[in-house]
């Protein structure tokens, strides 16, 4: 068992945390633990980077069942999570087409190249943020097709960046 403070990307100040550790990843050059947290009686996935003042205490626990923490590494892009997953339809140029076909995005994506070159892509994601930063890296050459809300989220980022710009 481990305690220690973290400091979440979406929080202002760190929480002091006692932790029962199942399992660590690495994703995108940033350890991450799979852990049980007490404090909020469920899973929770922490960067290993925004832990400070860490101990290990003398207090056993019992390893939890795999099939109640591996759904954090299954059916969803990236490692940041939501309870529920969604599906996303993504229309790439055929420009853009080249460069990301056969990328591995999601374990159960799939892909189709239409006639004028441009790839649709499905796959599975469980938070927003995560999968709008990765297509707002490809700016103009995707756009988002389904799900209507996360369109509607890239729409607002994409005017918000042009407004940066004085656009």
């Known amino acids: 068992m ?3 403070w973290s400091l979440a990307p979406t929080a202002s100040a760190c929480t002091m945390r006692t932790v029962e550790p199942h399992h660590m990843v690495n994703y995108m050059g940033n350890w991450h633990l799979i852990a049980h947290c007490r ?11 925004r832990i400070t003042i860490c101990s290990v205490e003398e207090q056993s626990f019992e390893f939890r069942p795999r099939d ?3 759904p954090y590494l ?3 892009f990236g490692i940041f999570q939501n309870r529920e997953s969604f599906k996303v339809v993504l229309k790439f140029s055929p420009e853009r087409a080249r460069w990301v076909s056969g990328e591995v995005w999601h374990e159960g994506q799939t892909e ?3 006639e004028d070159g441009s790839l649709v892509r499905r796959l599975s994601a469980s938070h927003g943020t995560e999968i709008m930063m990765e297509i707002l890296r490809h700016g103009s050459q995707v ?5 209507g809300w996360l369109r509607e989220q890239v729409i607002g980022e994409m005017r918000a960046g042009l407004e940066k710009y004085g656009g």
């Open 39 to 49: 404090l909020r009686g469920d899973w929770r996935d922490f960067v290993l980077g």
């Open 112 to 114: 189709q190249v239409l």
């Open 2 to 4: 481990g305690v220690g």
């Open 143 to 147: 756009e988002v097709l389904e799900p």
């Open 68 to 70: 109640q923490w591996h």
């Open 74 to 76: 299954q059916d969803t």
